[in-house]
């Protein structure tokens, strides 16, 4: 007679770090949050990296998980207008950072303390203009040890994981893919569309594309003005929308909007209640990145049910189901992105059915507590402490 079974030991509980603390804005950490404590793994903490901190906290954390931009914790950058240093300086000061950096996963390490890292992003928002990398070696370099140091390796696409691999994992190491979830139902509705619209200077029937998010050169913001003015149809219109990250953006957007007044500016930070009523009021969102990247504005543009003018990279593909759901362009072109443009405004009845396409997209990725549960078993395998 066969005996019983043994029961099922239950998972042990990993407690984590995040590295940076969250984006106060962005709805993602604390959704992925939700999802890695149905899975145990409990956030405990978003600490500075300190070698004190380490210590410290030997006993009271399992894991080390960063997120955006990992070398605002090495690179020196310039400082206000009210100080200076020069060029030498800063890269001086940034390899020194960058020394303790390494020491401190160093040190994490030899503590017991598991560690992983999401890349959202290949390259560092501020090094990237016009699509290209504008830094030295100081972040490829701060990017592969990071990586050495990792138990884990994440991406939430197949492209950027490759770009990844190539530029700075270590030969041999895995970059596991686990999707971005969607953020159906988490904006809250706002004023009415016609409101909205009426408060920005646009007409009813005005076709109107929104460029929503921090204003950045690796959205490559110069690109979308130059094909949006190519276009010279009077009965459309741009909103550009979200806080100026970096005032290298300001003049064009602002001379633009000066010449042309189809164009629209919002240039504040847009808050968490007054999301969802600008996507309500535009007919199509734009994109003009043409580098592969976490797509978390793309994919909030579907959630909201608004079809997209996106690069055509495989991850915009896959998300805009080959076109179903949007208009692809291709990356860097001006006259492509001007085409998207006017076969977008060319027809609002299609525009709204590519819009409820965006929407059954965005409710086919996976839910946040399946994110979590894929996370969540990839920590455990790989990051687990010795106990």
């Not at 998972?11 to 940076?20: E, N």
């Not at 931009?69 to 207008?81: D, L």
């Not at 970096?246 to 042309?260: F, G, Q, S, T």
């Not at 997209?361 to 994110?371: K, Y």
Request: proline share 6%.
């Amino acid at each position: 007679m066969r005996g019983r079974a043994a029961p099922e030991r239950p998972r042990v509980v990993l407690r984590m770090a995040r590295f940076p603390p969250a984006l106060g804005r962005n709805p993602y950490t604390a959704l992925l949050s939700r999802g890695l404590a149905e899975h145990g793994i409990e956030l405990v903490a978003e600490p500075p990296l300190t070698c004190r901190w380490l210590v410290s906290n030997r006993r009271a954390v399992d894991v080390l998980h960063f997120h955006w931009r990992p070398n605002t914790y090495y690179a020196a950058r310039k400082r206000s207008h009210t100080g200076s240093r020069s060029k030498a300086a800063r890269t001086l000061r940034s390899w020194a950072r960058l020394a303790a950096f390494s020491c401190r996963l160093r040190l994490a390490r030899l503590l017991g303390l598991g560690v992983a890292w999401t890349i959202h992003e290949v390259y560092p928002p501020d090094v990237i203009v016009a699509g290209r990398r504008s830094a030295g070696r100081i972040d490829r370099v701060g990017s592969g040890i990071l990586a050495r140091h990792c138990d884990l390796l994440m991406a939430h696409d197949a492209e950027t994981a490759e770009q990844a691999r190539a530029e700075f994992v270590p030969a041999g190491a895995e970059v596991e893919v686990v999707p971005h979830g969607s953020y159906v139902g988490v904006y809250p509705a706002g004023r009415p569309r016609s409101e909205v619209r009426s408060t920005l200077g646009l007409r009813p029937d005005t076709f109107t594309f929104l460029c929503f998010g921090a204003l950045r050169p690796d959205k490559e913001i110069d690109l979308l003005l130059e094909a949006f003015l190519a276009t010279g149809d009077p009965d459309t219109a741009l909103v550009i929308a979200g806080n100026v990250d970096d005032e290298r953006c300001r003049p064009a957007v602002v001379e633009a909007a000066a010449a042309d007044p189809r164009i629209k500016l919002l240039l504040e930070i847009v808050p968490h209640e007054r999301v969802r009523e600008l996507f309500d009021a535009a007919d199509a969102f734009v994109n003009a990145r043409g580098r592969a990247w976490t797509p978390g504005s793309l994919i909030l543009a579907l959630s909201l049910g608004v079809p997209a003018v996106a690069g055509a990279l495989q991850s915009n593909l896959e998300l805009l189901g080959q076109g179903r759901a949007g208009w692809l362009f291709r990356p860097g072109d001006v006259g492509s992105l001007r085409e998207a443009f006017d076969e977008a405004a060319a027809d609002h009845g299609l525009a709204r059915a590519k819009g409820r396409a965006a929407l059954e997209q965005a409710m086919g990725l996976p839910s946040w507590s399946e994110i979590g549960r894929q996370t969540a078993d990839l920590m455990h395998r790989r990051c687990d402490r010795r106990r």
